[in-house]
Each structure stands twice: as structure tokens, then as C-alpha cells.
């Protein structure tokens, strides 16, 4: 082949793609714009998850009648005139790509006027090639609205999500620029229901409770300045930061701001985990909304097409100012547990099993046995109280509604291979059951045990297709962040298929109406909290793999924790259910449900061998 130079509209093309990915990346870019233009209102309106139309309102000073072809212009910016202005650059755009790029994929009209001037223009354009333009009156702003993205690039509309993801992924970038904005008002629609709104007031823990809900809000701490040394730093740190007890099985909420820009990077992630070490379990991470202030010239920005990760001069002095503001804000909120290692037992199975549990058995509020969804009597066998079998560890009432009352109970004494009968001692420091077998002594993990119990009774229904469902006395509303409203409305079957009957209530609010039986009295807003996770993620695997994901989680989240004390008749039920599970041995996760400690481990610990 001969080489040929590209012709323009090919150039294009391929330049928008390292700019314009996906419809978020078009809210990103106009958004970017609408800030940059001083807007002090937002709309953004979306319609087929960003395929068919966005179109973004802003009130910003608007661009000048003769400035509006050449905004379209690639490389064209009112933002930067030499490559030194990067380092002293304030402004969110500065590469003079986004409107030359959107307008190269997609049919688009803008409207604008600017403040100055009395009349507005509107141009209209359709894969780079301009079509109309004429005069009009507007009030001062400007409204770009993209339709049909990607119509000329049939390669890019094949990558696209579906619908609900693309919807989630442009929430996502809404919520995230009215965080870092709170005197912006920002509002957006998809498919003509308002989703998300902010009052512009400024005040950042107002634009949480829209993002999230007014009880997570609550539970977020205003971040501290590193210390008295402050003047000495260039690293300005704000924002909120989610208590230990605030947490989340993915990282996703913890968000960065450098100097006003979203931006996603390993090295401050690793400075946030490193201030909430031994504060939170093992892949739980927390809510995060960080704004990172450094001079301009000590921040590159123009080292990704999208601007979506920087460089900093002095990275070191960043990290450190993060991990010591976050420390000081936990440490302050409440004491940092002390963490005791764990002592293996000289065995060769040297498992740090307890690691997560010690933490929480020094923190965890007092034991609340209700919590769990048990129906036993705390007190010792009261004479008019069920046998235990039939109110289960939370799984009574698949039980109760499948065997007539006082039948015998199957196979009760039958040991199976993968786990000997055990006769119950008791409990220890309210995290471990100890028992006795035929061989020795039995540790049993009273959280990991109760998970795998839970799991099994979960996916034994499922397998039935027959999850029993338990209706709420009373609806609970639960307030989800705006991002996963379409997730779940997409995902209501599924739900459905797990025993949560779920209704949109408007806004970012659901109707749970009723729950999985084998939850017991697991708060719903906490239930459906865990499920969303799991809707989170951007691959949707088959939809077997995907409940089975969901269910493990939520059995994780609902059983018995460490510290909880346990009745006699309580311990007897756990280990009796465990016996009657397939695979005893582990909980859904992989970890151990127990530790042996043979006869004969004990007789050379005591050197009688
Ligand atoms: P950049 O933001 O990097 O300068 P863009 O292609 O996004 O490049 O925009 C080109 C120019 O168009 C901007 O520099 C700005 O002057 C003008 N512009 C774009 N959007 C707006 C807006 N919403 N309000 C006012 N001016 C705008
Ligand atoms: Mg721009």
C-alpha cells in the first residue's frame, strides 16, 4: 500500500475516540465546558441512555457570535495560548478537542448567546460538517444538545452498554462534578424524570444527601487539614469521608478532585486505604469524596486524552497529606482499636481467620441477637418455646411452611463425611463455638459458619426456584445513590428471583416491600445496600452466576458477626445446621468454618508424645 495522508474526516474520527468513548464522556466534556463557562446552573438532559439525545443547559457567560464556528474548530480554545499556560492552567478544558470531536460524531445543534451581546447564534452540524447557522434570540448560555452519537461510527456504537449501564456511567459523572461543584445547581433527566438535582448552596454535605441518602450523609466525617504545619504544605485536603462503620464492598465511591478536576488515580487510592488500615475488613472500603488542592504548577494535567489522571511534582507530599488529614479525621471521630494479631497455632495451618473478626469484636456495639434475624429464645428453653429445629438460625421458615408440625426430624443424628457429629461446649470470646469430636476439639467460626448455613438454605430455594419470600409489616423506603436508580430498575426480575420484591418510588427512592425468608430481620436498606454492588459492576455474567454472587454477599452481610453472644440452645442450632450442609468446611467465600485440633495435636502440644 502506497502511503496516503488521512483525510480530515477520518483524522477526526479517530481523534474523537481517544476523547469521546461513550455518552458519559460527552456529559463529562460539556459539563467540563458549562464549569469552565462559570455556569452557576446545569441542566442535563438524556434520553436512550445518552444514544439518542443529551442535551446540556447552562447559564454560563456564553460564546460570542463571531467565537461559535471556531469553538467547533479542532484545537481551538479560549483556555491556553502557549504549552507553559498548562502549569498555571484553572481551567477544566484547555486542549480546544471536545467540540470539535462530539460535533465530528454525532448530529448537534448549539444554541448560545453570550453576555455581552443581544442576540444569540445557532448552529447546527452533523459529523463535523456545519449546516446551518443563523441568529436568535436566547438568554444568555449556552445549550448544546448531541444527538444520534456515534450514528457515523457504527464500530463505537457496537462497544456501547446497554442503556441502563450508559445511564448509570453519565450518573455517575453528574454526581460525581455537583460533589466537587456545590454552588453549582445541577439537575439531570433521563427520559424526562428529574433523577438527580442539587440546590447550589454550596454546601457539599447537602449535595451527599442527593448523591446518597440524608442517613449515609450523616455518617460522613468533614475531613481535617494534615495539621498545624499546614502553611509549610502546598497540599490543601477537604471533603468527607465515611466513618469505619460506613462501608462498601467495592471502591468505587471513593472519589477524587484535583483542583477541581475528577481524576482517577492508584497512588492517592493506596494513601486512602493505607489511613483506614485495620479500620475496616479486609475488601471493604469506605466512602471518600476528596478535594485535593496543589498550585497549578505543581500538577501536570495534560497526560491522558481525557484529563482523567495527572502527575504530580511533589507526589509524595500529596500522599502524605491525604494519609494524615484522613488518619486525623478517623482518629478524632472515634479512637483507633487496637489490633491484635492473631497467634496460629503451631499446626502448619497457620490461617489468620480471626484477623477481620478481632477488630470488629472490639468495636462492635453491644451484642444485639435480634439483629440477625433469630427467633430463639435467649433465655434457656422456656417450656412453651418451639424445639429448636423449627425456628432455625434465620432460616425457620422454609421449615416451618414445608414439614407439619412435630414431624420427626430428618436424619438428625447422621454424621456426614465432610463434618463429624459435635457435641457444643461453648462459646468463646463471643466469636467461636468450641466443640468436641470424635477426634478432638472443633473451633467453629460462628460468622463463617452462619454464612455458609445461610448460603446453603438460599441456594437450596433457589435451586427450587422457590425462594420464600417474606412480605414487611410496613414498606420500607430506601434512598439508593442516583447511579444505581436504573441499575435496579433493570434489574427488578433478578431481584425478584431472590425473594426482594423492589418498586421505584420516585427519584432515587425504592418501595422494598418484602425480602428472602432466610434474611430474616436483616434491615432493608442494608440488604438492598449489598445488593447493588453487585449491579455495580460493569460486566454482567450469566444471570445464574450473578444471583449466586448476590446471594453470597447478602448471606455475608446478614449472618451473625463475631462479638455476638450466643445462647446455649443457639450454639447447638448453628453447629446442628452446619452438620446438615454440603460443604461444611468453608464458608461461600473459602474461608475455613473451622479449625480441628486433633487428639493428637494436643498430646505432643503437651509433650505427653
Ligand atoms: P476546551 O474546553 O478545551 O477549550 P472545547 O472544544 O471543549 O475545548 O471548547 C472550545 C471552546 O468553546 C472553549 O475554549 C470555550 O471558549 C468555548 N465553549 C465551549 N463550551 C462553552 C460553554 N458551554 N459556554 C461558553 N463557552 C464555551
Ligand atoms: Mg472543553
Same mark, same amino acid.
Given at each position: 500500500m502506497t502511503?496516503?495522508?488521512?483525510? @480530515?474526516?477520518? $483524522?477526526?474520527?479517530?481523534?474523537?475516540?481517544?476523547?469521546?468513548e461513550r455518552?458519559?464522556?460527552?456529559?463529562k466534556?460539556l459539563?467540563? &465546558?458549562?464549569l469552565d463557562?462559570?455556569?452557576?446552573s446545569?441542566?442535563?438532559e438524556?434520553e436512550?441512555g445518552?444514544? &439518542?439525545l443529551?442535551?446540556?443547559?447552562?447559564?454560563g457567560?456564553?460564546? #460570542?457570535?463571531?467565537?461559535v464556528?471556531l469553538?467547533f474548530a479542532? !484545537?481551538a480554545?479560549s483556555?491556553l495560548?502557549n504549552a507553559?499556560?498548562?502549569f498555571?492552567?484553572?481551567t477544566?478544558?484547555?486542549r480546544?478537542?471536545?467540540?470539535?470531536?462530539?460535533?465530528?460524531?454525532s448530529?448537534?445543534?448549539c444554541?448560545? +448567546?453570550?453576555r @455581552?451581546e443581544?442576540m444569540g447564534?445557532?448552529?447546527?452540524?452533523?459529523?463535523?460538517?456545519l449546516?446551518?447557522?443563523?441568529?436568535?434570540g436566547a438568554?444568555a448560555?449556552?445549550v448544546?444538545?448531541?444527538?444520534?452519537?456515534f450514528f &457515523?461510527?457504527?464500530?463505537?456504537?457496537k462497544?456501547l452498554?446497554?442503556?441502563?449501564a450508559?445511564?448509570?456511567?453519565?450518573?455517575?459523572i453528574?454526581?460525581r462534578y455537583?460533589?466537587?461543584?456545590p454552588?453549582v445547581?445541577? +439537575?439531570l433527566e433521563?427520559d424526562?424524570r428529574?433523577?438527580f438535582?442539587?440546590?447550589?448552596s454550596g454546601?457539599?454535605?447537602? $449535595?451527599l444527601?442527593s448523591v446518597?441518602n440524608a442517613?449515609?450523609?450523616?455518617q460522613?466525617?468533614?475531613?481535617?487539614q494534615p @495539621?498545624?504545619?499546614?502553611?509549610?504544605?502546598?497540599t490543601r485536603?477537604?471533603?468527607?469521608i465515611? *466513618?469505619?462503620?460506613?462501608?462498601r464492598g467495592?471502591?468505587r465511591?471513593?472519589t477524587f478532585?484535583?483542583?477541581g478536576?475528577?481524576?482517577?488515580d492508584?497512588?492517592?487510592?493506596a494513601a486512602?486505604?493505607?489511613a483506614?488500615?485495620?479500620?475496616?475488613?479486609?475488601?471493604?472500603?469506605?466512602?471518600?469524596v476528596l478535594?485535593?488542592? $496543589?498550585?497549578?504548577?505543581?500538577?501536570?494535567?495534560?497526560?491522558?486524552?481525557?484529563?482523567?489522571?495527572v502527575?504530580?511534582?511533589?507526589a509524595d507530599?500529596?500522599?502524605?497529606?491525604? &494519609? #494524615?488529614?484522613? +488518619?486525623?479525621?478517623?482518629?478524632?471521630?472515634a479512637?483507633?482499636?487496637?489490633?491484635?494479631e492473631?497467634?496460629?497455632?503451631?499446626?502448619?495451618?497457620n490461617?489468620?481467620?480471626?484477623?477481620?473478626a478481632?477488630?470488629e469484636r472490639?468495636?462492635?456495639?453491644a451484642?444485639?441477637?435480634?439483629?440477625w434475624?433469630?427467633?430463639l429464645?435467649?433465655q434457656?428453653?422456656?417450656?412453651v418455646?418451639?424445639?429448636?429445629?423449627q425456628?432455625?438460625?434465620?432460616?425457620?421458615?422454609?421449615?416451618q411452611t414445608?414439614?407439619?408440625?412435630g414431624?420427626p426430624e430428618p436424619?438428625?443424628?447422621m454424621?456426614?463425611?465432610e463434618?463429624p457429629?459435635?457435641?457444643?461446649i461453648?462459646?468463646?470470646?463471643?466469636?467461636?463455638?468450641?466443640?468436641?469430636?470424635?477426634?478432638?476439639l472443633?473451633?467453629i467460626?460462628? !460468622?463463617?459458619?452462619?454464612?455458609?448455613?445461610?448460603?446453603? *438454605?438460599?441456594?437450596?430455594?433457589h435451586?427450587?426456584?422457590?425462594i420464600?419470600?417474606?412480605?414487611?409489616?410496613?414498606?420500607?423506603a430506601?434512598?439508593?445513590?442516583?447511579?444505581?436508580v436504573?441499575?435496579?430498575n433493570d434489574?427488578?426480575?433478578?431481584?425478584n428471583g431472590?425473594g426482594?420484591?423492589?418498586?421505584p418510588?420516585?427519584?432515587n427512592?425504592?418501595?422494598?416491600?418484602?425480602?428472602? *425468608?432466610?434474611l430474616?430481620?436483616?434491615?432493608?436498606?442494608?440488604?438492598? #445496600?449489598v $445488593?447493588?454492588?453487585?449491579f455495580e459492576?460493569?460486566e454482567t455474567?450469566?444471570?445464574?452466576?450473578?444471583?449466586?454472587?448476590?446471594?453470597a454477599?447478602?448471606?455475608?452481610r446478614a449472618s451473625v458477626k463475631?462479638?455476638q453472644v450466643?445462647s446455649?440452645v443457639e450454639?447447638?442450632?448453628?453447629? +446442628?445446621?452446619?452438620e446438615?450442609?454440603?460443604?461444611?468446611?468453608?464458608?461461600?467465600?473459602?474461608r475455613?468454618?473451622m479449625?480441628?485440633?486433633?487428639?493428637?495435636?494436643?498430646e505432643?502440644?503437651?509433650?505427653?508424645k
Amino acid at each position: 500500500m502506497t502511503i496516503k495522508a488521512l483525510a @480530515d474526516h477520518v $483524522v477526526s474520527q479517530i481523534a474523537a475516540g481517544e476523547v469521546i468513548e461513550r455518552p458519559a464522556s460527552v456529559i463529562k466534556e460539556l459539563t467540563e &465546558n458549562a464549569l469552565d463557562a462559570g455556569a452557576t446552573s446545569i441542566t442535563i438532559e438524556v434520553e436512550g441512555g445518552g444514544r &439518542n439525545l443529551m442535551r446540556i443547559s447552562d447559564n454560563g457567560s456564553g460564546i #460570542r457570535m463571531d467565537e461559535v464556528e471556531l469553538a467547533f474548530a479542532r !484545537h481551538a480554545t479560549s483556555k491556553l495560548e502557549n504549552a507553559d499556560d498548562l502549569f498555571s492552567i484553572a481551567t477544566l478544558g484547555f486542549r480546544g478537542e471536545a467540540l470539535a470531536s462530539i460535533s465530528s460524531v454525532s448530529r448537534l445543534s448549539c444554541v448560545s +448567546r453570550h453576555r @455581552d451581546e443581544d442576540m444569540g447564534t445557532q448552529i447546527k452540524m452533523e459529523g463535523g460538517t456545519l449546516l446551518q447557522r443563523r441568529s436568535i434570540g436566547a438568554p444568555a448560555g449556552t445549550v448544546i444538545s448531541v444527538e444520534n452519537l456515534f450514528f &457515523n461510527v457504527p464500530a463505537r456504537l457496537k462497544f456501547l452498554k446497554s442503556d441502563s449501564a450508559e445511564r448509570s456511567h453519565i450518573s455517575r459523572i453528574v454526581s460525581r462534578y455537583a460533589m466537587a461543584y456545590p454552588h453549582v445547581r445541577f +439537575r439531570l433527566e433521563h427520559d424526562n424524570r428529574t433523577v438527580f438535582q442539587t440546590t447550589g448552596s454550596g454546601n457539599l454535605q447537602d $449535595v451527599l444527601v442527593s448523591v446518597y441518602n440524608a442517613d449515609t450523609a450523616k455518617q460522613m466525617l468533614p475531613v481535617k487539614q494534615p @495539621d498545624e504545619r499546614v502553611e509549610e504544605h502546598t497540599t490543601r485536603v477537604s471533603g468527607y469521608i465515611s *466513618a469505619p462503620s460506613l462501608n462498601r464492598g467495592n471502591n468505587r465511591e471513593i472519589t477524587f478532585f484535583v483542583n477541581g478536576r475528577w481524576v482517577q488515580d492508584r497512588k492517592l487510592q493506596a494513601a486512602v486505604t493505607q489511613a483506614y488500615h485495620t479500620m475496616l475488613m479486609v475488601q471493604r472500603y469506605p466512602y471518600v469524596v476528596l478535594m485535593i488542592d $496543589v498550585p497549578p504548577d505543581e500538577v501536570d494535567v495534560n497526560v491522558h486524552p481525557t484529563k482523567a489522571e495527572v502527575r504530580f511534582r511533589f507526589a509524595d507530599r500529596v500522599f502524605s497529606a491525604i &494519609n #494524615r488529614s484522613l +488518619r486525623n479525621t478517623l482518629v478524632e471521630a472515634a479512637p483507633v482499636p487496637e489490633f491484635i494479631e492473631p497467634r496460629g497455632w503451631s499446626t502448619g495451618e497457620n490461617r489468620q481467620i480471626s484477623s477481620p473478626a478481632t477488630w470488629e469484636r472490639k468495636t462492635a456495639p453491644a451484642p444485639d441477637v435480634l439483629d440477625w434475624g433469630l427467633n430463639l429464645p435467649t433465655q434457656p428453653a422456656q417450656p412453651v418455646a418451639p424445639p429448636p429445629s423449627q425456628t432455625g438460625i434465620g432460616l425457620g421458615t422454609p421449615t416451618q411452611t414445608e414439614m407439619p408440625v412435630g414431624a420427626p426430624e430428618p436424619q438428625q443424628e447422621m454424621a456426614t463425611p465432610e463434618m463429624p457429629l459435635l457435641r457444643v461446649i461453648g462459646q468463646i470470646g463471643a466469636s467461636y463455638i468450641v466443640a468436641e469430636g470424635p477426634d478432638g476439639l472443633y473451633l467453629i467460626d460462628q !460468622h463463617a459458619a452462619h454464612e455458609r448455613i445461610l448460603y446453603e *438454605a438460599f441456594m437450596a430455594e433457589h435451586a427450587r426456584s422457590k425462594i420464600a419470600s417474606q412480605g414487611l409489616l410496613q414498606p420500607a423506603a430506601v434512598d439508593v445513590p442516583v447511579e444505581a436508580v436504573s441499575l435496579i430498575n433493570d434489574n427488578l426480575d433478578v431481584m425478584n428471583g431472590i425473594g426482594f420484591e423492589v418498586e421505584p418510588f420516585g427519584g432515587n427512592t425504592f418501595l422494598v416491600r418484602s425480602m428472602p *425468608a432466610v434474611l430474616g430481620q436483616m434491615n432493608p436498606e442494608k440488604a438492598l #445496600r449489598v $445488593v447493588i454492588e453487585d449491579f455495580e459492576c460493569d460486566e454482567t455474567p450469566f444471570q445464574n452466576e450473578f444471583e449466586k454472587k448476590i446471594i453470597a454477599r447478602v448471606c455475608k452481610r446478614a449472618s451473625v458477626k463475631a462479638g455476638q453472644v450466643l445462647s446455649g440452645v443457639e450454639q447447638k442450632e448453628m453447629v +446442628r445446621q452446619l452438620e446438615q450442609c454440603d460443604s461444611p468446611r468453608t464458608c461461600p467465600h473459602g474461608r475455613p468454618t473451622m479449625i480441628h485440633l486433633s487428639v493428637d495435636l494436643l498430646e505432643k502440644q503437651f509433650q505427653r508424645k
